[in-house]
Structures are given as C-alpha cells and as structure tokens.
C-alpha cells in the first residue's frame, strides 16, 4: 500500500467532531462527513471567503490557492486562516473552526400577522360504525364504508388512495368494523383508523425558505397554531443560492434527488420539532401546506428546475401541485396530503402567493407594494387594475453574504447600528444581547444610512476621508470603517463596514428600488400613489424604515406607511390549510398576478444604475431625505 | 463437511433440464429450480395425483408417502412412479416426466363473439406544437401544454401524472416543443412523446383467468384485434385451485407479492406475445382492461384476498379499479392505465361482467341462462324484472382435475366420445389429432352422456356390470371403463374413466344444475320459460349440447336454444377497451346484478341432492331425456 492512500483522520474543535478520511479531500468536505457544519454560501467555490477555519500544522494540508490568496491577508495567513473549501487533506490534522465560520441557530421570523379565517379546512375526519358483512350483506368493503360515509353525511362519489385500499379489509376487520376516516376535498379517503380518532386532526404550513424551512403545526378542528419548528435549510451546503444549487443539479447525476431529498429531511425536522413541542404525533398530521420559491418547490417535487437557471426562467407547473405524504417521504400521516400553493413565475413562487394572500393587498383599492425581501426579491404591487410583480436579484447582502462581516440574523448578530455625530464612534444592539460576531441586514442599512447621514461617505457611496484608526482608517490600502473593536467582539477581531460592502449595499438596495419604480411607472403611478409599503421577510423585522428610506431602498413615501409584516408566507401558508376559500383565492391570484420580466425592460439598466447613488442620483425622487 | 449436506443433481428427461438441489428438496421444486413445469393442480400437497413422475434409482429417493400409497398402485410403483411433490431428493438422480404429468400448451378459447361497437375509447392521442417561452411568454410548461390542448381540443382542467410532470420540461425541450400527448378520460394526461405519434395507439383487452391468461391487443384507432398471447397462468405452481393461492398468502409472509408478482408475469407474457406477433412496442400500449374472477382481480391489483375465502366471502371493492402499469409492473407505457372491470361478489367477477357486457343478456326481455363454466362457475339469469347472479363450486372436474386420466383441453386431450351401440367400444376425437393422452371437460360429459345412454350406469352413476377387459372391467377391485387401449395412447397406458371419475362429473353438474334451478326458482321461472342457455369458457366450445342436456347439466330446452358464446369475457373487456359507453354499462351492470348466495339458500342442498342423479332424481325434469 502506498503511503498517500493511507486514510487521515481530520478533527474539528471546538466541538471534537472527527472522520477518517481520503487524502485529497477538502476540509469543508470532510466536515460535512465529520458532522460539522462549516458556512459555504458559495457552496464551495472558493468565492465567499465565509468557511474560514484555523490549522497549525500547514503541512497536513495542500498549499493556498488563488482564491485563498485573494481572500485572506498576510497576516491572517500567517496566523493559520485557510478556506475549507480549498484546503485539501494530505495527513492527519486538527482544524479549529472560529465562531463567524459555524452555521449558527438563525432567528426566524416564524409569527405573521394572521388575518382571521372561517375555519374550513379541506381535510376532515369522520368516524363511522359499519354494519358486519353477513351471506345476506355481501356488499364489498370499500363500498360498506363509502355508503356509511355517504349516508352519515352525505359525501357522495368518494375515492380511495391505492395503497390504503390494499390494506382496506385488514384494518376494517381489526377495528372491529368501527373507523374514522380522513376525507381529503370531500373526494377521497387518504386514512382509516380503528375506533373514533376525530377529536385529533392536524395539519402544517410550511414556509420551505432557500436559507430556512419554518413549519406551524395548525390543530384543524380549532384553527389554534400549536407549535412551531425551524431549521437551516439542510441544502446550504450545497450552496447559499439557488442558482449554484440549481447547477448542482444540471452538474451531477441524482443531484435533483439529493436536492429533494435534503428538503424533505428540512421539512421533517421542522416538523418533528413543532409536533414535539405540541406534544402531537406526527401521524396525526394529514395535509401540509407548502409555500416557497419556485426552485425550493421545483426541488421538494422533483420538478426539473434546471430550467428557472437560463432565460426565460420557465417553470414546469403554475397551478396548485398535491401528492401522498409517503411518497415524497414526509413524515407525517402516510397517507397525508403534501401540497404546494400556486406559482406565478419562474422568480415570483408559491411564497409570494401566501404574502398576497396573508397580506391582502389584492383586496385593496389603493397602490400598494409587498417586497418580500431576501436573495431575490419579489415585489407586488397591487393597485386599482389588478396585480403585477416582478422579481430581482437582490443579491445575498441583506442576508449577510458578500459582506466581509456580514452574517445571518441570527445570535451575535449586529442588528442596530447608530453612530455617535461628533465622534463617529459607533453604538450597536445585537441579537440575543450577546457579543457581536458580525452584522445581519438591518444593521448594514443602518450602518451605511448613518455613514452617508453623517458625511462619511457620499452619494456615491465612496469613503470621503480617513479619520483614525478607532473609525475610519486604512488596512492593507483600504479603506473600511470600524463599527466594534476587537476587545469587545466574540471573535476577537475587529468587526469593520469596508468600501466592497457599501458597494454590495448599494447594489443590493438599487435593484430593488428599481424594481419598484419600474413597477410603478408600467402603471403609470408616482411615489404620492402609494398608500402602503408592506414588508415581508426575516430580513424586515428589524428594518428601521427612516434609514431604509434614506439609503434608497424603498420609494420616499410618509414613514408611517411603512408597515413589517413578518412571515407573510407561513401565514399564507396556515390560511390555505386551514380554509378551503383561501385556498381558492390563491389559485385565483395565480392566474391574476400579472409578471413583469425586468431582464427583458429595456428601463431597468438606466432605472438601476440611477438608484446605486445614495439615496439616488435624482435627489428629487427623495425629497425628504437629507444628510444629518 | 458431512456427506448429507452435499448437493445434488437432479436431471428431468426428456428435456435434459437439470439442477443442482439441497437434499431433502421435493422433485416438484427441482423441477422448478430446474425451469422444468410438472402439473400439480393441488398446489404440491400430494392431494392431485397429477405429478407422477418415474425414478429407477429409488435409493436416490426417500421412501413412498402415505399419500403416495393411496394414488400410486403397486404395479405403478413396482415400475418406479413416484409423486414429484411427495419423493424428496437423497441424492443425485435421473427423473423422467412422462407427457401426462407435463404442463402441455393449452387449448384457449381466445375469440369470443364480438358484438359491434361504436369506437370510443377512454384513451386517445392529441398532437400539438407549442409556441416556445420567452421573456415576454413566461407560461409555466404544463400550462403551456394544458392550454394548447385545450385551445386545439376543448380539454378543460386537465390533470397530468406526476411522475410524468418531473420529466416534462426536459421531455418538451427535446421534443422541439412538438409534441403528442397521451389524455385518459378527457382528464389526465398519461404520456407524452416527442413529435407526431398519434397514428399509433393500442390497448390490451385482458382475461385474467384461473388457469390462463388471454390478452387481446387491439388497435383503438380501428377497433382492430391485431394480436392473440395465451399463456397458463403462472400461479399453477402455487395451486391448481384459488383457495389454495389464496392459503398461501395467509400462511406465507410476502405471499400476496408472490401472486402479484405471478400475475403479473403472466400478463406481460401474454400481452409480449400479442404484440410480437403484430409487430408492435409494448410501449404503444395505452391502456388494459382486465377482466377475471374476484380472487385473480385482487391478486393483479395487491388486495388482501383472504377473506375473499372464509364466509361471507367479502371482496375489497366492487367498482371498476384503475392504477398506472409503472406502478403494478405491467410491461406497456409507463404511463398507461390498468383497468379491472366491477366485480358483482366473491364469486362473480369482473369476468362475470364481461360476460354479460358481451353477450348481451342483459339487453334481452326473454329470461336467458349465462354460464361461464370453470372450476367455479358463475351463472346469471336475466330477466324482465333484473338480473340475478350466483356462483357454484363446481370443481375441476371439467379442467380434468379429480379425474384419472383427466387434463385440459391441450393437444392430445380427447374432446368427443361417442359408444358404439352394440361393442360399447369408444371412438374419440382428440385436440391436434394426435394419439391420446388423457380426457378433457366434454369427453367427460360425452363419456358419461353415453355410459348412461347404454346402460352401463345407472341414474346414481354406477357401473351395472362387467363386461370384459377392453370395455368395462375390474382393476384392483375398482370397476373402470376403457375409452383408450394401451397400444393407442400416447402414454403406453390404458386411457380409462373409473367409478369415481363419473361420480365427479355427477357433482360437479349437480352444483351447475341445482344453481341453474335455485335461480329460476327465486324468479319465479320454470325451465319453458327460458329462452335461451348461453354457455361460455373454453369449456363450452366443445360441449355436446345433447349429452349436457343428458347428464342434468343444464335445464332441459329445446336444444338450439343452447348457443356457445366463446370466451366471453374478453370480448367483454375489448368493448370496454374500445368504447367508453360499453365501460358505463359494466359499472352499471356491476350495480344492477343482484348475487344469491347458494350456500345460505336452504334449498341449495336438496337441490343438490335431487341433481346428483343422471338426468335428475325427478325424470320428470327432463322430459326429452330418454336412455338410448
């Protein structure tokens, strides 16, 4: 045997976790065999620099890539820093991996604002005494239970799922001849349980995020939410956007299928943690609700996504999709229903439907814009003719991707910044009231509308001077501003807004603006329209609507119309559950939500390019915003 | 190693097959190892006497079994014959299967009468070329499919198979977008292929039997039957009889698979050799229809049948099932549809409904007789009031089981018997003109016809007299008659219809007889009052009308009203097959037969009783029957 065949044992602290692995593996590789999980919102291409880990001993390990040159300082090399993802394994080795590298518990946004609802859920449960066969009461076994069920209450013409009919004679026999049946949309019976189980009838709405799968256990015959589950999206390790995940797919045999199968595990583990909680058995849950981007719900069917990845981003279905619970593997009541709320495009999906729904923006007569914000943004705008949406690349920055320091909001996590007028000196809340590992979102608006309020950057978001090292200073010939000092943060480092992450913000922000004035102008509206600004999503609960005015993000309407809505979608979602109406008017929405495709506008370029400046190169579309 | 556990070899002559066995093993399941088919209509339980078999080295063997003893004389031992499923393997062995104990090719019954039908069928193909996305034509692909068959054919709201939606924006995109869809129903869409298929669509009409399996390819663009595949079914080696299958998926774990798995062997050796021999892809095959008793029907369909076998006989389901052939197994388009026609009861099947749904009888105002005649067989009695069905256990007598030189209606099987009048020497017509092997259904019936017509037995079926070695004779203290000398059969044996034999033909007409005569009762009818005996089953097609008539097996009426209808059910299944009114009909029909159930009618057993005798223990009932 030669020696580079020889396996290496790889450990990774703090937690101890280890594998035995083969020479040649990356080290992100081998902490996912390990049972670690080490952030990789690239998904392993060398491009985020966010899989940071920390190895003395350099020569277990392959040399510094380009990437690694590109994104990591002398010093930091010095020190020991190395990307996971291009590191690869040569011997035997220990890996320390910091805080900011981890994937933390991310704080969800899991109650929105829930509308009241006529409860009328679309499965129900009867129980039923049957009369025993006898040689002068031949009648089949199926049809014994659908005349009892048609003369108790009067569900006529009702199927039976396959597999249950299999198991029909066995299970009428051993109950005794007494069942409940569970009746999907009044047309078939999906379950059959001995003795009389009607009192206890669960279903789940599951908001199937790209970065986090949120699930509410709904109790059906009270319409109570009895628990709530949330996970990281298990499919982050294949990359933090769809796209890369998409590739991933095109790329590798059975990708779909891992694909689909890491969001069946997602859904699994938020809903065995909702039912926990309940103390409900998962069997018991019979319908779930599914709201999610297109790619997420191309990805939970086994739909052939690759197509959402190249122009015109068609998808394979718009209409409302259902099939058995056992056969996509969730585990609720095998039987149980899985299903998915319409989609209006390849980038405005199911999720957006659940925030019109939930919103009820399609209900007023005034204008009103939804954005749901997060790596794609989608916006709504409802107004006296109808709905149209459209979708933009926001880019991952409010989520805390590309941004040197940025990160998820989750504990640690900056998520209010102000900064002091005269000493620039920056004052922060974090999540959880801890030590601040990094900033999420909101905190990056605040940061560059306090940077631009107070002079320190301008309209085009460049740094204006350099003041001192405790502020603004120059490293390695850059600019950056320093929002914590290293004694007071978890990581021990400095945590600092650069000249790159500004730009991001910029980006990020002029996309969306410019998809609402696009919107907008089609209908011929101004900003004075607008009677309401709704936004939904983790990223906006937090937002301080003064300063996301002030960067450009939204149309310079009164502050007090802008409104957070928190998880519009899981609300949308629990409102399809628990109503068969509901659930109607979002196959309705479907087909009445107009899109509007901004890659194909020849207004979008000039419209998003206007908007990187701060608040926007037309001073006059923010007229009540003005540096402090 | 000890010597006990060294395999063996067993060799069965002629064909040279052979295996390497355990000891201890039957020769029966050597043989099955061995690829060779040995009868063994009993399932294997040393019940049939059908697997003879001879061994000249015995100390290879271990010793006779009770069972043996009772079926095998000592001459017949003296020359080495021995029960296949009884003499168990000590070590390697030569076996020869002599043509009686092989499993022949069967004579079937596979054009029934064909009643004219307008073509309708449930499956049809629709071609249409789609217009391609673009930016400004985001339609989502199954809208964009859905529309277009809509705008060219009027299909509203149609659905599509699930599995086939994962696959339809890669099958689309390779079609060029022009593609031919396959719709079932006007509601689902089952397949879709790639440019203009539509001058190809087949179905399979497909008659699920006991003992064999007849499939029909049909070309449902004509109404054309293109192609005829027979095959025994497969489940013979599990029992001759479906009791017997039905005990072995109670006593044996995962034995509803095996018979499932059996079933659906058959069918698609069946359905392989009707498409071969048109020339034709099992893939172009859309849709099949099966018609076949209960028992058969829940088999295909995986339906727990046990209680299809204790009283009160109940059955899983009465109306018309249907699954995707991907899902049972079934070698035609993935997509495609399989169908069971409604069943009436326990023991009227879906066969029983095709029965009626092809001859007609229900269409009639005159009271008409329909008797499919098999192991059980089923009788309907149409009337001007309705229509009245019940099932007799008839036995196999008719197939040639319990008979001593019976078999099936196979090349070398003899058909017709007649006795000269003043020798009582036997002249004979067998199947394939070959010399003889054995007796099947209506030689029995001829040959018992004629027995009494001679004098030769009584009206209780017994022998009067002896007369000498070549006619009647005493063997082992047994009285039995010679139909075939040795030196004439294909077997080098005596071909010979003992005491018992005639007495099986006595009951199993008396069960036929006394149903016939409990129906009639229950209606009010008297045998004038029937206008016509409609006999079906491969059975019938051979069946002297006269010696029926003579034996007590059917009422006595004017002969020419008597009419063999062929296999009926599969002309049943093609109409359904071929014309979505005919399948209407069957799930009305399925509703509208009533079922008496003769085992809980108190008249059954005097019935019964009366009927064992030839003509009947009444004379008076068939008044035109006269001894010759």
Redesign the interface.
């Known amino acids: 045997m030669r020696a580079s065949e020889d396996p290496a044992t790889v450990v990774f602290e703090p937690d101890g976790n280890n594998a035995m692995v083969k020479q040649g593996l990356s080290l992100l590789d081998a902490a996912l065999t390990a049972g670690n999980r080490i952030r990789s919102e690239c998904g392993g291409n060398g491009k985020c620099g966010k899989c940071r880990v920390l190895v003395e001993n350099q020569s277990a390990l392959t040399g510094p890539t380009a990437h690694e040159a590109r994104l990591i300082s002398s010093q930091e090399a010095d020190r020991g820093v190395r990307l996971a993802c291009q590191a690869r394994v040569k011997s035997s080795v220990v890996v320390l991996v910091p805080p900011e590298s981890r994937v933390g518990q991310r704080k969800m946004q899991v109650t929105g604002d829930e509308r009241p609802m006529v409860l009328d859920p679309t499965v129900r449960k009867i129980s039923v005494v049957l009369p025993r ?11 014994r239970l659908t005349d009892a069920l048609r003369d108790a209450h009067g569900l006529d013409g009702l199927g039976i799922d ?1 597999d249950l ?6 299970v009428l ?1 051993e109950a005794g001849w007494e069942v409940t049946a569970t009746v999907w949309d009044d047309a078939r019976i999906i379950a059959l349980e001995p003795g009389d189980t009607s009192a206890s009838l669960f279903g789940a709405a599951v908001d199937l995020g790209t970065s986090k799968i949120v699930v509410h256990l709904v109790d059906l015959l009270t319409g109570e939410t009895r628990g709530v589950g949330s996970v990281e999206n298990p499919q982050i390790v294949y990359g933090e956007d769809l796209l890369t995940r998409v590739s991933y797919t095109v790329a590798e045999g059975g990708g779909l299928e891992v694909m689909q199968g890491q969001a069946v595990n997602g859904v699994n583990e938020a809903l065995r943690e909702a039912c926990r909680g309940a103390g409900v058995d998962t069997a018991s849950v019979y319908e779930a609700v599914v709201a999610g981007n297109t790619v997420m719900h191309h990805f939970l ?4 996504p ?2 959402l990845s190249v ?9 409302a ?1 259902s ?1 058995e619970a056992g ?1 996509l593997g969730i585990d609720m009541n095998v039987g149980g229903i899985v299903g998915a709320l319409p ?1 209006v ?2 980038f405005v999906g199911a999720d957006a439907v659940a925030d019109i729904l939930s919103s009820g923006v399609s209900e007023s007569c005034e204008a009103t814009l939804l954005l749901d914000v997060g790596t794609n943004t989608e916006i709504i705008l409802s107004h006296s003719d109808g709905i149209t949406s459209c979708s933009c690349a926001s880019g991952p920055a409010f989520e805390g991707g590309h941004i040197r320091h940025g990160m998820k909001a989750v504990t640690g996590a900056i998520e209010r910044v102000t900064l002091d007028p005269a000493s620039h000196r920056a004052t922060y809340e974090t999540i959880g009231g801890v030590r601040p590992r990094g900033l999420c979102g909101s905190a990056m608006i605040d940061a560059v509308a306090e940077l631009w309020r107070h002079g320190l950057i301008d309209g085009t978001g460049r740094f204006k001077q350099i003041l001192d090292a405790q502020t603004l200073r120059l490293t390695d010939g850059k600019t950056e501003f320093v929002l914590v000092q290293e004694d007071e943060s978890a990581t021990g480092r400095d945590i600092v807004v650069t000249q790159r992450d500004v730009n991001e913000v910029q980006r990020a922000k002029a996309a969306i603006y410019a998809g609402c004035s696009l919107l907008l102008k089609r209908r011929q509206l101004a900003d004075a329209d607008i009677a309401g600004i709704l936004v939904a999503g983790a990223f906006g609960r937090n937002l301080d609507p003064e300063n996301a005015k002030t960067v450009g993000l939204v149309p310079d309407v009164p502050t007090d119309r802008i409104r957070f809505v928190g998880n519009a979608a899981i609300t949308g979602a629990k409102m399809a559950l628990a109503s068969k109406k509901a659930r109607e008017e979002a196959a309705d929405l479907s087909k009445r939500v107009g ?1 509007l ?1 901004l ?2 506008d020849p207004l979008f370029g000039p419209e998003y390019a206007s908007a990187l400046f701060i608040p926007h190169r037309d001073p006059a579309r923010f007229p009540t915003v003005k540096p402090g």
Chains 1, 2 share one sequence.
């Open positions: 066969p006898t040689l002068t009461d031949v009648k089949p076994d199926l049809e396959y009919l299999k198991r029909l004679p066995r026999r069917f086994g739909l052939e690759r197509h122009s015109p981003f068609t998808p394979a279905v718009k209409r999709l099939t056969r989609v495009a390849g899109y495709e890659s194909a």
